[in-house]
């Protein structure tokens, strides 16, 4: 069995607390480092995958025999299972696989030993048809253990920025120098005096490709025992979520007619994931500088790369960054891991970018986009690009829709007017297309662009204002058609699509609260009624993480546009938000969690109804939502006169009844709604001098 399939991300974090005599638990989600070698504990847990998604094989070492104790469970009671664990092979190693994880579940785990104990946790895999994916790459870390460690203090701080890039490391070889050697294993890869290390391996398991510098791979398969090793070559593949990796063995034959090169066309001929990825250590194109480039990668990988759609190739071998462009296959040099560096040339062929530097590589993929990141040992970046602006065009009339704005969350006006960033991803140079957009199921309405933009090149496009019936949920939905004239090549990046509510009436004053994040220069905002015409408006703020109070005094029914933009295009971080309330204090919305340069929310003032109540008991709706006839009741408690209006959520009123006397008792009345437009409405309900409000939705 030479692949296997994983959609999973395994989150794993562990927790040390060694010779304590007063040992205290906590939840396992940060990682703290012993303080001091542990006299039992050779090589602290890491992780490997086995062939089943749903497991995860734990393994360490001791010094000397002795059982250990390993239980998990949901929590911290560990309440799954409790088992008692002997060593395996002959050098006092210790493994536990976990069996029937359920998807996306945090597990804990204890492992004791003699009084040391370790806490950890993971969390199992997605289903299998996760369409995005983050991941961590680099390689070579021999040699130079000081180094690594400042490399995987950088890689903890990227996982602990982003947690969803915690699921495993892409190795591309030489862990140690002497890979013949278990001193240079202890001494360089699982030591304790490297503690960034040591985090590391505790938070995301290694899937390698074997180096030279693992000499003849017998400690590569003791200490990593993947069940495809079983024979004695070390290639192998699995699937992860969108993406199909395939590791090579560079030290067993691969040229045409091999048995392994048999194996890797059947491999990458049989899967059709989104994204394709070989892994191996000596790479096709890199930048000189120690090792020249490998020709068999050149002649026999990059043609099947070619043939089967496998996106990139990363390699390690030369101590530096390197990314290389082979038509359509991106090539990358990740060597930086800790191992001495050398000097990358640049004139070498098809070289993009090279760097001289210490480093890893972050790879973040959402459906067809891929983004690269190549960040050094100071955190710095290096390298940035997405994939497609690499790589030459696939299609030459491909036009499609990247993201949208000036759509506010909730809306009165009963228009839209958005903003859409369209993107030229065709060779041609794109001179028109077709801009559809549409609300909920209503007619489309048609803008017709021209213009001159290049290949890879965006523009933002302001499109019309339209009307539309504002329901209570809303969609609308912007595509592209015909760029040049031509049917799109490629219509899987044409759509986008958001949603928004209908907005509420709110009692006015309404009361601005508004925390800053750490650059508050970048912060501003602004309120306009209906006509456009700014009523308030805010920024130039100096003091970070400030707390900004303003009140808006709106003696006009209209609908209002609230409107916050970020300079920066971060949005608040840092903790800061913001928050619109009613004179009552009742929320009208509020955003921690606003990222990018601008959101907007609308909301109504009408007085008519503002000191009214809006009651469920006084009188019923029978249908609500109303598809043309509107039938409601009330119970009068005694004679009393009546009347009925209805208002829409700009204030106006579209319909009332004759003001009459009606006798006690439960009434009846039905209102032909059929003259109405689809959207949300307000039926006030006079009796003598009380006025009780609900709000309906008319739907067509």
């Known amino acids: 069995m030479k692949s296997f399939f994983l959609s999973t991300a395994f989150f794993f974090l562990l927790t040390i607390s060694a010779f304590s005599n007063n ?54 009671s560990y309440s799954l299972g409790n088992e008692t664990t002997t060593e395996y092979n002959n050098d006092h190693q210790h493994t536990y696989i976990l069996t029937s994880l359920e998807p996306q579940t945090i597990y804990y785990y204890r492992m004791s030993v003699n009084g040391d104990t370790i806490l950890g946790n993971f969390r199992s895999a997605p289903e299998d048809d996760q369409q995005s994916l983050k991941f961590i790459a680099y390689g070579d870390t021999r040699s130079y253990p000081t180094h690594h460690n400042d490399v995987a203090k950088q890689i903890l701080t990227a996982l602990e920025e982003d947690e969803e890039a915690q699921t495993f ?21 699982f030591s304790d005096n490297y503690p960034f290390i040591r985090q590391l391996m505790t938070k995301t398991p290694y899937l390698s490709s074997m180096g030279n510098h693992e000499g003849n791979g017998t400690l590569f398969a003791k200490y990593f025992p993947y069940p495809f090793y079983a024979g004695g070559d070390y290639y192998w593949s699995f699937d992860y979520g969108p993406v199909h990796f395939t590791i090579i063995d560079q030290f067993t034959p691969y040229t045409v007619g091999t048995t392994q090169y048999n194996w890797l066309v059947n491999d ?19 930048a000189g500088g120690e090792h020249e480039n490998n020709t068999t990668v050149q002649n026999v990988i990059q043609p099947l790369c070619l043939e089967y759609g496998v996106q990139f190739v990363i390699a390690g071998h030369n101590h530096y960054y390197a990314c290389a462009v082979v038509e359509s296959v991106i090539h990358i040099t990740t060597g930086g891991g800790g191992a001495p560096l050398y000097t990358p040339n640049l004139n070498y062929p098809n070289i993009v970018q090279a760097v001289e530097a210490y480093h890893f590589c972050k790879i973040e993929i959402n459906q067809n986009n891929l983004h690269f990141t190549a960040i050094d040992d100071n955190g710095q970046i290096i390298h940035e690009f997405d994939y ?60 017709n662009w021209t213009g001159s933009l290049p290949y890879k090149e965006k523009e933002v496009v302001n499109l019309p204002v339209v009307g539309c019936n504002v329901l209570d949920n809303n969609n609308l939905t912007v595509y592209t058609k015909n760029p040049n004239g031509n049917q799109d090549e490629d219509t899987s990046n044409d759509t986008i699509s958001l949603s928004f509510i209908a907005a509420n009436n709110v009692i006015p004053d309404v009361y601005l609260f508004l925390k800053m994040d750490n650059n508050p220069e970048e912060i501003s905002w602004e309120l306009k009624n209906s006509a456009g015409e700014v009523f308030s408006a805010g920024g130039n703020y100096s003091q970070p993480l400030a707390f900004i109070k303003d ?19 971060d949005g608040l971080a840092d903790g800061g938000y913001f928050a619109l309330r009613e004179n009552n204090f009742n929320l009208i919305y509020e955003n921690h969690e606003f990222t990018g340069f601008e959101e907007s929310v609308q909301f109504s003032v009408n007085y008519a109804i503002n000191s009214e109540r809006f009651d469920t008991e006084t009188f019923n709706i029978f249908i609500n939502p109303f ?67 609900r709000k309906v939705a008319l739907h067509f």
């Not at 490391?169 to 890869?189: K, L, P, R, T, Y």
């Not at 990458?268 to 890199?286: E, Q, V």
């Not at 009140?551 to 295009?569: H, K, M, P, R, V």
């Open 23 to 76: 040992l205290q638990e906590n939840d396992g989600s940060k990682s703290s480092v012993k303080s001091g070698a542990s006299q039992f504990i050779r090589k602290e847990p890491y992780m490997i995958f086995t062939e089943e998604k749903d497991e995860l094989q734990i393994l360490w070492q001791l010094y000397q025999t002795s059982a250990c104790t390993f239980e998990w469970g949901y929590d911290l």
């Open 169 to 189: 490391i892409a190795f591309s070889g030489d862990f140690v120098n002497n890979g013949n050697s278990e001193n240079d294993w202890d001494e360089q890869f």
């Open 268 to 286: 990458l001929a049989n899967s059709d994931k989104t994204w394709k990825f070989i892994l191996l250590h000596k790479p096709g194109w890199s």
């Open 388 to 447: 497609a602006d690499l790589v030459p065009p696939t299609t030459y009339d491909n036009a499609g829709c990247l993201m949208m704005s000036n759509v506010p969350v909730t809306n009165c006006t009963g228009t839209v007017a958005p903003a859409v960033t369209i993107k030229n991803f065709g060779g041609n140079t794109l001179t028109s297309v077709e801009i559809n957009y549409q609300v909920n199921n209503e007619q489309v309405n048609v803008f």
């Open 551 to 569: 009140t808006f005094a709106l003696s006009q029914n209209d609908c209002y546009t609230f409107a916050i933009y970020d300079e920066g295009g």
């Open 627 to 693: 598809t043309g006839n509107v039938e409601m009741s009330f119970d009068l408690e005694k004679n009393a006169s009546v009347k009925i209006s209805i208002f829409n959520l700009l204030g106006k009123e579209i319909f009332k009844s004759p003001e009459q006397i009606l006798e006690k008792g439960v009434h009846v009345r039905n209102i032909d709604a059929r003259g109405f437009i689809s959207g949300i409405y307000l039926i006030r309900l006079k009796i003598n001098h009380e006025l009780f409000t």
